[in-house]
């Protein structure tokens, strides 16, 4: 059963620590996104990989996040240093872009982080 | 203007009967519609995807795509209690690859 792996789960960290999140894709999907959930604003879209190539990183701080994908099987999200206003949970989700149309997208389970 | 409208509910409907979930959005250019369902504290889930005018359905589950009004819905048959979750509407709206999605309409079903 192919799915999306997301780790860690939980995190709670202090302001101004670095926290990093992992992601590992469905393997064969080609196409990477980090999302953000919070109440106020739902779901928000931070940035996206295709082919490991960063294309949008639009929705992202970029004075203290990035976003990386080292190799097929990983991407990352660093947050330095880290806030309160960063709580959220931080969602992964990959997909196979096969033509003009077919996109569909599919999330991990996400990683809860608070920080203090 | 929000991208991508939905009514945040609750919408309360009865074991057995059809939930009707609807949403409109702005950019007439919009190619891929997609439904996805929440529960509490998870992640979302895939449920349907449309592309083309009309309707697609998929056990329970009808979408249905209007693309001249701009409204995309979801249509739960035989609603069970176990679909109570929030359902997110969500559309690509070029060939950017990228989800906008709306803030979700929470659907209890009552025993």
């Known amino acids: 059963d192919a799915r999306v792996t997301q780790t860690p789960r939980h995190k709670v960290t202090e302001m101004g620590q670095e926290v990093t999140m992992r992601c590992q894709p469905i393997?064969?999907?080609?196409?990477v996104f980090w999302y953000r959930q919070t109440m106020m604003q739902g779901l928000e879209l931070l940035a996206y990989?295709?082919?490991?190539?960063?294309?949008?990183d639009s929705g992202m701080p970029k004075d203290r996040f990035s976003a990386e994908m080292p190799d097929a099987t990983l991407a990352t999200l660093k947050i330095q240093p880290s806030e309160p206003r960063d709580s959220a949970v931080y969602f992964c989700?990959?997909?196979?872009?096969?033509?003009?149309?077919?996109?569909?997208?599919?999330f991990g389970p996400g990683t809860r982080l608070t920080v203090t | 203007q929000k991208e991508v409208e939905q009514n945040s509910g609750p919408l309360s409907v009865p074991e057995g009967a059809i939930a009707s979930l609807n949403c409109t959005y702005s950019d007439r250019g919009s190619q891929s519609f997609f439904w996805y369902r929440q529960y509490s504290g998870k992640s979302p889930e895939l449920i349907m995807f449309i592309y083309s005018n009309g309707d697609k359905e998929d056990g329970r589950f009808t979408a249905q795509l209007n693309k001249a009004s701009q409204y995309v819905s979801l249509l739960i048959r035989d609603s069970q209690p176990s679909d109570s979750a929030t359902y997110l509407c969500?559309?690509?709206?070029?060939?950017?690859?990228?989800?906008?999605f709306g803030s979700g309409t929470r659907l209890l079903v009552r025993p």
């Open positions: 969500a559309v690509i709206k070029d060939s950017s690859y990228k989800l906008i």
């Open positions: 393997l064969g999907h080609n196409t």
């Open positions: 989700a990959s997909g196979r872009r096969t033509g003009k149309t077919s996109s569909e997208q599919y």
């Open positions: 990989f295709r082919n490991r190539a960063p294309l949008d």
